[in-house]
C-alpha cells in the first residue's frame, strides 16, 4: 500500500534531482563549448577546475589525462577512466608518477 504523501514527496524528490541533472548537463556543455574554442583558437586547452593553472594533455600507456601545470591536479575524462579499468592500474600509476617526475 503506497501513501499519497510519500508518493508526492518521491515526485518533488525525483522533479529535484531532474532539474540538478539538466543544470549538470548545461554546466558540462557550456565547459565543453569553451574548451573547443579554446582549441580552434589554438590557445592551450583548459583552465584547472581547482586553481588557475593550465591544464596540459598527455598520455600514459595510451589514457589521456589532463595535469595542472600549478597544483599538479590530474584530471580524468570518463571515456578515460573507462580506460583505466581495463589497466594494471599499479602499472599504469607508476608511468604516471615517473612521467610526473620528469
Ligand atoms: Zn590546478
Aim: net charge negative.
Amino acid at each position: 500500500m503506497s501513501n499519497p504523501l510519500d508518493e508526492r514527496r518521491q515526485g518533488l524528490e525525483e522533479e529535484y534531482f531532474h532539474r540538478k541533472n539538466q543544470e549538470a548537463i548545461a554546466k558540462l556543455r557550456e565547459k565543453m563549448r569553451v574548451a573547443a574554442q579554446a582549441k580552434e583558437a589554438g590557445e592551450s586547452s583548459m583552465k584547472c577546475p581547482r586553481c588557475d593553472g593550465t591544464l596540459k594533455e598527455i598520455f600514459i600507456e595510451d589514457v589521456a589525462i589532463d595535469t595542472c601545470d600549478k597544483c599538479a591536479g590530474v584530471w580524468l575524462d570518463s571515456g578515460e577512466m573507462e580506460k583505466l579499468t581495463q589497466t594494471d592500474i599499479a602499472r599504469w600509476f607508476r608511468s604516471l608518477w615517473s612521467k610526473m617526475e620528469e
